[in-house]
């Protein structure tokens, strides 16, 4: 597991309530449920408002990947594909199919299945890529709502600050209470701004490099699986996946090639 975002998150909301403490302030001033559920019930409502009620439904299940997500080496991934390719030259495609069931890596899977059945070489290049589009496009689809609840957050916090404030002149005949009361009604755009800048608008940006990470994999697969269909010798596999890297991985992928032919 990936613990960036976990890590990231909590610092920021770390830093936010040591700043509180080093000030002479008390977390407990801004722990304020009534503020709390006016901004992340609002922004959630209103992002949800803004899209459709699948996107809502999954909000949970997206969260949950922008903060567990597991980010594969490349290298794992250029290796295993590597051996097939290997293993395809020396006994043939179809010997392929029981080493199938072995792979992990359900795109991976799918292509290699497919290559194994015969489907025609373009028509496998178009299957899959547009299996990426589709990925895309869903992972577009949960990366916006983030970045609505992001934009509608601190509107919403200043719709409870202008609702505290409200209350505040509501009890003007009562000038022991306006102190406290002043103060809770600007924790409502607190958490607004907070929430956005530290929570939603950096969970978008992850699930926006999750996406391209996942994309930039699966292209991978489908050169490796469109190499071992046409019989490609290994090493020139291993050599055109590898060009396929960013420079660091590509990097770590030749020293490792050096490392097993000395071996």
Sequence with gaps: MDISTIV????????????QILEGGSPASILLIPSMLLVFGGAFAAAMAGGVLKDATGFVGVLKKAFTAK??????LLDNVVKLAERARREGLLALEDAVKTVDHPFLKRGLQLAIDGTDPDELHDILHAEVAAKKKADNAA?????????YAPTIGIIGTVMG???VLENLDKPE??????SAAFVATLWGVLSANIIWLPMA????????????????????????QAGSNPRLVAQKLRSLL??????????????KKAA
Excluded: W, Y
């Design 71 to 76: 980010v594969t080496p490349p290298t794992q």
């Design 143 to 151: 990366k916006k709502f983030f970045e609505n609840m992001g934009g």
């Design 8 to 19: 990231g998150v909590l610092a920021g909301l770390a830093i936010v309530f040591t700043v």
């Design 205 to 228: 940006a992850r699930l926006t490099r999750l996406s391209a990470v996942e994309a930039e994999e699966m292209e991978l697969v489908i050169d490796g699986v469109l190499a071992i």
């Design 246 to 259: 960013p420079p660091d991985e590509m990097k770590k992928a030749e020293a490792a090639a050096s490392s």
């Design 177 to 182: 209470t306006l102190g406290h009361s002043i």
């Design 165 to 167: 404030l409200v209350h």
